[in-house]
């Protein structure tokens, strides 16, 4: 549960990065992205508020609360330093949240 919910944060966070106004569209998604920046930033506030959700019901009110935000800071920073590298494409990073959620399961 708790790795679907960082990646969900992670995707909000993400679509957040992308339509930034110093940003410029490589192709594909990025374009859409750009071209409805308004639609897309609501998809990751929308998907923010789920996870913010999902961590206080997991947790409780304060716990959640401030797991939410140390994850916001994590999957920023993740974010950030590894999407310049072009190493955050589709299929590396639904192997990570496969592999992740696993290691949940077994652990």
């Known amino acids: 549960m708790l790795t679907t919910l960082y990646f969900v944060q992670f995707i909000a966070f993400y679509l957040w990065q992308i339509t930034a106004p110093k940003r410029q569209p490589v192709g594909g998604f990025w374009t859409y992205a750009v071209a409805n920046k308004s639609q897309t930033r609501l998809i990751g506030v929308a998907l923010s508020l789920a996870a913010c959700v999902g961590f206080v019901a997991q947790w409780g009110l304060a716990s959640g609360l401030f797991g939410f935000f140390v994850g916001l800071m994590a999957v920023g920073c993740l974010s950030v330093v ?10 590396g990073v639904a192997a990570i949240y496969i592999s992740c959620v696993l290691l949940e399961m077994i652990l």
Do not use: D, K, M, S
Not at 82 to 91: G, K
């Open 82 to 91: 590894i999407e310049p590298l072009n190493y955050l494409r589709v299929q």
